[in-house]
């Protein structure tokens, strides 16, 4: 195995034994996700899109914990997403699927966190 391979490893391994924040099962491929956002302009998720547990980390065992602040835009529809911390592979499969996601209407943007787990011991 190269050397830049089995740092990679090690470092996933090291980021997935950060202690995980709110956590909500969500499918039964070990990704769950939370969010947070303002009573007042609480905005209902009508679609989701689950994340895709990246392979090598799969078979490794690594998880990890992704944070994201979001905003969506009046239409529903995810306008931007801005990692706030995590492994960078598993913040690549978390953006791509977020930027998925449909939310109900609103009068304006709203912004969001959320935090979406990947873990397979789950």
Excluded at 7 to 17: D, E, F, Q
Excluded at 52 to 67: A, E, H, N, S
């Amino acid at each position: 195995m190269k050397r830049w391979t089995k740092n990679l490893i090690l470092l996933c391994t090291l980021l997935s034994r950060l202690p995980a924040l709110g956590q909500s099962p969500d499918s039964a491929h070990g990704v769950s996700s939370t969010e947070t956002q303002g009573a007042e302009k609480a905005r209902r998720l009508i679609y989701k899109v689950a994340p895709v547990y990246p392979p090598d980390l799969k078979r490794f065992y690594i998880g990890g914990t992704v944070r994201l602040d979001v905003t969506i835009s009046p239409q529903g529809t995810v306008r931007t997403v801005s990692p706030l911390g995590g492994n960078p592979i598993l913040v690549e499969a978390a953006v791509t699927a977020v930027k998925k996601w449909k939310y109900t209407p609103a009068s304006s943007d709203t912004e969001t966190q959320i935090t979406i787990v990947f873990d397979l011991r789950r």
